[in-house]
């Protein structure tokens, strides 16, 4: 009888370290996941930060880099807790898990909040931006930003084509365009001299509702990751407990 219980115990050990071995596995991609996704919005997105006077969007990248750093880290705690069975070990990835976990809420809160005030900031700032600082001296990143903002998500001016009747850029006496080139729908040299809605994105709408859209989504995938990699936190440390408790008393 003492000799199946040890079978038992031994089958249900071996079945905790394979199940925890494949939650880090699983935990592993994901932190790979979010730290490309940080790597990504900073190299392909980071044009749009100049167009921002918040801090919050490149400061998001930094973080999400930093977080799948930090899972990919206590992946490899929880891999070498597994194999080596030790309970201090186990006790040390619990809460670095547990730790996570409360910081996901954490974040997912303040990027909301933040998310509001972002939205403030785009519907008050971003004309002045644009007409401001289009095409001016020492604005090269201002002028690349706004030119890809228009052609990527196909719309002109920040409300609407007309708001760039205000650009210094466009009142310049030498300028002949009534919009900038990256609003036509075809882009050529001084496409922007007519501004018909054949030839500019004109009733397509302005960028702030686009950028806004835009950002939303990106928010709503980072939350639906989140809300995956905190479901495989919740099951880790299940597992954590369930392996703590079968693994005998370490002798010191």
Known sequence: ??????????????????????????????????????VWTLVEKSDYISLLNSTFYSASAYILIAAGAIVVFTGIVGCCATLKEMRSLLIVYFILLLCIFLLEIVAGVLAYIQYQELDKELQHNLKDTMVQKYQQSGEESITSAVDKLQQEFKCCGSNSSSDWSDSVWILTPSNERLVPDSCCKTPSHLCGRRDHPSNIYKVEGGCITKLETFILSQLQILGAVAIGIAFLQLVGMILVCCLYRSLKEESY
């Not at 038992?8 to 730290?35: H, P, R």
């Open 1 to 38: 009888m003492e000799t199946y219980d040890e079978k038992t115990n031994t089958c249900g050990m071996i079945c905790l370290k394979y199940l925890l071995l494949t939650f880090n596995l699983l935990f592993w991609l994901a932190g790979g996941v979010v730290m490309a996704v940080g």
